[in-house]
């Protein structure tokens, strides 16, 4: 089986490559640096260096034999993501330097993931726009000229919801209207740019899958915590990377960070705000299970995936609990909210779909959040302070 992973680079992508490369899938990333070099043109500092894509892939082959074929090529450009289908890639690294054929699944990752990214000002807004639009745009027409058959599996995001004051079903809801009934995608109301991009894309997969039948998985995820995973415990130089400032930084992750570093934890306004929460090896599972099961054509099959929901102030209080019990002097300070949002309100989803096709979920105990305090740790020298909160408004 082939799999070609869009944003191969990323936060997420370099584990998943990891992750189905080492269960004998053949697997191609290809990648911009676009994540990097916005770190880099924003000054905000990572935990730890990371290797380049290409020297992630030669280690892991030196390490395991395994190869994962590098492209280093933006998917904006619509010859590029044609490429992969009928030919003409042009890999930056490969042992065998061949044509693999049509992918059988993609995972599209590829797109600009940061709510404050994309409401710095206009111009980091059009590239999130661009960008993430593109990116699925060019990915829909390769294959409804090349490979209707090919799975994608994208991952989208729990922010499409918003927070209604109703429970947020599985991607769709059927509503009856004057005594007639239908089925719609559940409404959605994003609150930052960067969000409405992901509805976007729900938006022109639905239309290409019921134009071209062809077969998407939407993965409505919420944010993602951790950085260790099975594949990456071999070799430090493996480990994915792990931002911790405002712009690039998940909520978990950041927090754990602020409390190595003896920084307060930065709640915004009340701290009642609510989102469903799941592991970084969880999303490896749950990308793996949609593979192995693929939608029908011309379905779009859309799940929650999340694990479990903590409101700000649950997540402050878990990481100050657990930050005492290792030595640290952990600190909690409400800041006025930088971002318009409910801070408190009803929210209720549901995530069952993913738990139905196989995905065995791992929750975010006191033990969790305590190993990736001590990864933190190996690292503390290399936090900055100046690059943990900005505020960047809304
Ligand atoms: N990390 C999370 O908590 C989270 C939560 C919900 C949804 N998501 C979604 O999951 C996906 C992956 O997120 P992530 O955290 O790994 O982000 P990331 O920024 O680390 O990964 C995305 C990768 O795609 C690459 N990329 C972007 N545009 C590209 C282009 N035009 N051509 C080639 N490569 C391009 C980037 O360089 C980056 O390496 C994103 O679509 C994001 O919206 C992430």
Not at 188 to 207: C, E, G, N, P, V
Not at 325 to 345: C, F, M, Q
Request: proline share 4%.
């Amino acid at each position: 089986m082939h799999i070609l992973i869009l944003g191969g680079d990323g936060y997420l992508g370099w584990p998943t490559a990891m992750y189905f490369s080492n269960r004998g899938y053949d697997v191609t990333v290809v990648d911009n640096y676009m994540r990097r070099n916005t770190c880099t043109e924003l000054d905000v500092g990572m935990l730890y260096p990371v290797p380049t894509l290409i020297e992630r892939a030669k280690i892991w082959h030196e390490l395991t034999g395994k190869e994962i074929k590098v492209v280093i090529g933006d998917l904006t450009q619509p010859e590029v993501m044609r490429s992969f289908f009928k030919g003409g890639v042009e890999y930056s690294w490969a042992i065998e330097n061949s044509f693999t054929g049509i992918p059988d699944t993609m995972i599209h990752y590829a797109e600009q993931p940061s709510a404050p990214f994309s409401l710095i000002n206009y111009k980091y807004a059009n590239l999130t726009l661009g960008n993430n639009l593109l990116v699925t745009n060019n990915l829909m027409f390769a294959l409804k000229d090349f490979a209707r058959d090919t799975h994608v599996i994208h991952v989208g995001t729990m922010g499409e919801y918003g927070t209604p004051n109703i429970d947020i079903e599985e991607g769709w809801l059927e509503i009856e209207h004057k005594g007639r009934k239908d089925k719609f995608l559940f409404p959605r109301q994003a609150s930052s740019l960067y969000h409405t991009t992901k509805i976007m894309d729900t938006d022109l997969m639905w239309f290409a899958v019921r134009m071209w039948d062809l077969r998407i998985t939407d993965l409505m995820q919420g944010p993602v915590y951790g950085m260790e995973t099975e594949d990456s415990k071999i070799d430090d130089r493996l480990m994915t990377l792990f931002n911790y400032d405002e712009i690039f930084g998940t909520i978990v992750n950041r927090f754990i960070t602020q409390a190595v570093v003896g920084y307060p934890l930065t709640v915004y306004g009340k701290g009642g705000q609510t989102r469903g929460y799941l592991n970084i090896n969880d999303t490896l599972q749950c990308v793996h299970m949609s593979e192995k099961t693929p939608p029908k054509k011309g379905e779009l099959r859309i799940f929650n995936q999340i694990m479990e929901t903590f409101s700000v102030n649950q997540l402050a209080e878990i990481a100050c609990r657990v930050g005492k019990s290792l030595g640290y002097d952990v600190e909690v300070k409400s800041i006025v909210n930088p971002r318009r949002e409910a801070e408190e309100h009803y929210y209720n989803p549901v995530y069952q779909g993913l738990i139905d096709i196989g995905v065995n979920p791992h929750y975010l105990t006191d033990d969790v959040m305590a190993g990736m305090f001590k990864v933190v740790e190996r690292y503390k020298a290399n936090i900055r302070k100046d690059v943990i909160f900005r505020g960047i408004k809304w």
